[in-house]
């Protein structure tokens, strides 16, 4: 029944957090004083209640957090006063009960209230598994001690003798809890107590233990839950309040209480105790469930099925394990192995062959082998399997032999609004996504290496990730054996692997400096190119919906069209060729498409891109139809992304992609109607969009506390080779965009494109400008166009 990993976390850990902080407010010296506070005071009330008299057969206990001695500053008292059935009559039991219950309410503190006997009690924990396993830490308060213990002891014992049947219950209780909660590690908000990894799975393993299906992990698994115990208290602290959640609001304020250097270093500790208690429970329950199935079925000595995985490690009991833990000691490919195999077989290694991996295993030599190094690629071409298999590896310090840099990224949060992972989470999450992708290029093995390394360089003090992880890839791939020419591959890949989707979402496809700006991030190879693409859908796909939209997908599919013709040695891309004014050209307008525009007739025509809508809106080009087609559509309650802006012969000829959180599809007709209405001058196809904002605050453009400040617009030098390039970031709100196009128009100045993205209620938008001359803004009307768009995102009237 001994379990394997019962020093689980024997690696490197920063759970700094685990000092006592018993002077800055939190810690375990303050727990212990506080839970001898509440015993006496509880104690006082007791004497207060039975007039110091002792009174057989009755006694006062705590379960929960009081119970267990790790109650918070503002924990909830959870009581039940036991009695035996003939102790006392059942009005002196009530009025006993009401003399306890009401001292404490009177104090303001929150009360679980119940009145048991020792078969109560049982048969609640029968039928409630809650109950159940909080009644497991019954402890005396006042009054007689042995019925407690017989309580206790009496519902341990049917906890025991119930273990087959409630094992699965209990399961599917921590699944369900974890589905709606979360994974602890990996919210920037963590719910400490019922998440994936938090404090309610501390008591989950201590009702295993108790259950006698496997032993408690202990070490490592301690100090994350003293540390998840010390940020809990310092958020009731901080927050004046029993609460559970470490919010955003409280980052700064518990890592100044816990003594951390800034609040990142706080996240970081919290997740990594969080991923510790994680696998130390995901580990027990399968040992748990091991144990199980053992008694059942049982019959002589038990001899567990070994299913053959190759390289002498096999699959037995849902685990992948070594069939001689010699095997490890010569072989440094071993843990490689063995991570290859499990994953593949979407199996997790089992604790105690992981703990001779990483004990024994030699350490790979440098520069590694050819076949250390495909090894590796084999790992990562593994698919899903192996974030679990990873994990393992992580916890018992396995990778950092492989990758000693990976410490630095390990449990670091993300707080860019796209993200839904850790960085080194999100990093092995992209490695799957791009083991799906493998296909599309040659080079598969530097495809799933720089998905590895692509964010290696987000650590602390990093100016740009993105140069900084390039840096440390050079000296990782080397390490690795690869060639030079393979090394600069990567390296250039790491560096470049934001700059497509920048390109795509907030540049002009139609501009020929875009796809220069996509070839030279390349270096002209198509070969790099056609990796650094893939590496671009895996990366945004593993950072979360908001990263990768149909339209942002679109996008990149539009961008890529124009760079392989460019590479492919044509001078003029698709992009361009739609927008020729050649009578031949595709963009030829048809003579009744000609005629019905000029008689103040607009058309629309959408396009469904699955998830999002293609506009093709064709009216008289004017000053302000940019302005008044984007009111529009924000009146109609589609959310604009991207608007490419051309004319042939007169005529405006633009697409525009919008999104609808309703799921609405845009109307042609009413955009039709309410285009042509505008062009006269009637505002009312606006008037829910003022409604709207007529009941919005408007900023005051004044940065003050926890206000993200005035709005920024910035000139994006050499972007354009016919437009002035601005990028605006303000504070988003409805509309905004029909105001900036009014507040240009009415300055005489032409909206060529707009790319529009918007996280976290911040939004930023890419404009293409041109003066009437339809040529870029000489330096005196650029500094007007940005002054006129920092006033209106504030809120300033330009005028």
Same mark, same amino acid.
């Given at each position: ?43 006082? *009330? ?29 924990? !909830? ?7 035996? +059935? ?6 002196? =039991? ?89 994974? &602890? ?8 107590? +019922? ?12 009702? =295993? ?48 209480? =816990? ?10 500790? *919290? ?25 059942? &079925? ?14 002498? &490690? ?57 076949? /250390? ?12 399997? =192996? ?88 000296? *990782?791939? /080397? ?12 390296? /250039? ?5 934001? /700059? ?66 460019? &590479? ?32 103040? +007739? ?18 008289? !080009? ?178």
């Amino acid at each position: 029944m001994s379990t394997p990993s019962s020093e689980i976390g024997s690696r490197r850990l920063d759970l700094a957090g685990t000092r006592d902080f018993a002077v800055a407010g939190a810690g375990r010296a303050r727990r212990e004083a506080l839970s001898a506070f509440n015993r006496d005071w509880l104690a006082d *009330v007791w004497r207060t209640a039975t007039g110091g008299s002792r009174i057989e057969g009755v006694a006062l206990a705590a379960v929960g957090s009081l119970g267990r001695g790790d109650a918070g500053p503002l924990s !909830d008292y959870d009581l039940v006063l036991l009695h035996s +059935e003939r102790s006392l009559p059942a009005k002196e =039991l009530t009025a006993l009960a009401d003399r306890i219950w009401y001292p404490i309410w009177d104090a303001g503190v929150r009360l679980d209230h119940s009145v048991r006997t020792v078969s109560q009690c049982r048969q609640v924990a029968a039928g409630d598994l809650t109950a159940a396993v909080g009644l497991l830490d019954l402890t005396p308060l006042a009054g007689d001690a042995e019925l407690v213990a017989a309580a206790r002891s009496t519902v341990a014992h049917d906890w025991r003798g119930n273990a087959r049947k409630r094992l699965p219950q209990l399961v599917e209780a921590v699944l369900a809890r974890h589905q709606r909660q979360g994974d &602890l590690a990996q919210s920037i908000e963590p719910e400490l107590k +019922e998440a994936h990894g938090g404090l309610r799975d501390m008591t989950v393993l201590n009702a =295993l233990a108790e259950a006698w299906l496997a032993d408690r992990p202990h070490g490592g698994v301690d100090a994350a839950h003293g540390l998840l115990l010390d940020v809990r208290d310092a958020v009731h602290v901080v927050t004046g309040r029993g609460r559970d959640r470490l919010g955003r609001e409280e980052h700064d304020a518990v890592s100044a209480l =816990l003594g951390h250097s800034d609040a990142d270093d706080l996240l970081t500790a *919290v997740s990594s105790a969080g991923r510790l208690i994680a696998y130390a429970l995901d580990g027990t329950l399968r040992r748990a469930g091991q144990s199980q199935r053992a008694r059942t &079925l049982r019959v002589g000595p038990r001899r567990p099925q070994m299913t053959p995985l190759g390289h002498g &490690l096999f699959a037995s009991d849902g685990e992948v394990v070594l069939g001689s833990a010699r095997l490890a000691e010569a072989d440094a490919t071993m843990p490689l192995r063995a991570g290859v195999v499990a994953s593949r077989a979407g199996l997790p290694v089992a604790p105690a062959t992981l703990d001779n991996l990483a004990r024994t295993s030699p350490e790979p030599t440098e520069p590694w082998t050819t076949a /250390t190094r495909d090894l590796l690629g084999d790992l990562l071409a593994s698919g899903p399997g =192996l974030v679990t298999v990873w994990e393992g590896l992580d916890q018992v310090g396995v990778v950092d032999t492989w990758l000693p840099e990976w410490a630095a990224v390990r449990s670091r949060p993300q707080r860019n609004a796209v993200h839904r992972h850790t960085v080194d989470r999100h990093l092995v999450e992209t490695v799957v996504r791009a083991a799906g992708l493998v296909r599309r290029t040659s080079r598969p093995d530097l495809l799933l290496v720089a998905a590895l390394l692509h964010d290696i360089g987000k650590v602390r003090g990093a100016h740009d990730h993105s140069v900084t992880g390039a840096e440390t890839t050079r000296v *990782v791939a /080397t390490r690795w054996g690869y060639s030079p020419r393979d090394v600069d591959v990567l390296v /250039t890949l790491v560096r470049e692997h934001l /700059t497509l989707i920048e390109l795509a979402t907030r540049r002009d496809h139609q501009d020929p400096a875009t796809v220069d700006a996509a070839v030279a991030a390349v270096g002209g190879d198509r070969e790099v190119f056609e990796i650094l693409l893939a590496l671009t859908e895996a990366d945004a796909s593993a950072a979360g919906p908001l990263a990768w939209t149909d339209w942002r997908a679109t996008l990149l599919d539009q961008l890529a069209v124009a760079v392989r013709l460019r &590479l492919d040695g044509h001078t003029t891309s698709a992009v361009d060729a739609a927008a020729s004014d050649s009578p031949d050209g595709p963009a030829s307008l048809p003579e009744e498409l000609v005629a019905a525009v000029r008689a103040g +007739e607009p058309r629309v025509r959408v396009i469904d891109n699955g998830g999002s809508h293609r506009l093709d809106i064709t009216d008289l !080009d004017r000053v302000g139809l940019f302005a008044d087609t984007a009111g529009l559509l924000a009146a109609e309650g589609h959310t604009v992304r991207t608007a490419i802006l051309r004319t042939v012969e007169g005529i405006a000829v633009n697409e525009w992609h919008v999104e609808s959180p309703s799921g609405a599809v845009p109307d042609p007709t009413r955009i039709e109607r309410g285009l042509g209405r505008l062009a006269l001058g009637d505002r009312g196809p606006l008037s829910t969009l003022d409604r709207r904002r007529a009941h919005l605050p408007r900023p005051s453009g004044q940065s003050g506390l926890g206000a993200p400040g005035q709005a920024r617009a910035l000139v994006v030098p050499g972007a354009s080779s016919d437009s002035t390039v601005l990028e605006v970031r303000a504070q988003d709100r409805p509309g905004l965009l029909h105001e900036l196009g009014a507040a240009l128009a009415g300055a005489g100045i032409s909206v060529r494109s707009a790319h529009i993205a918007t996280y976290a209620g911040q939004t930023l938008d890419t404009f293409y400008l041109t003066g009437t001359d339809d040529l870029p803004l000489p330096p005196a009307r650029v500094a007007q166009a940005v002054s006129l768009v920092i006033d209106t995102c504030d809120g300033v009237d330009p005028s």
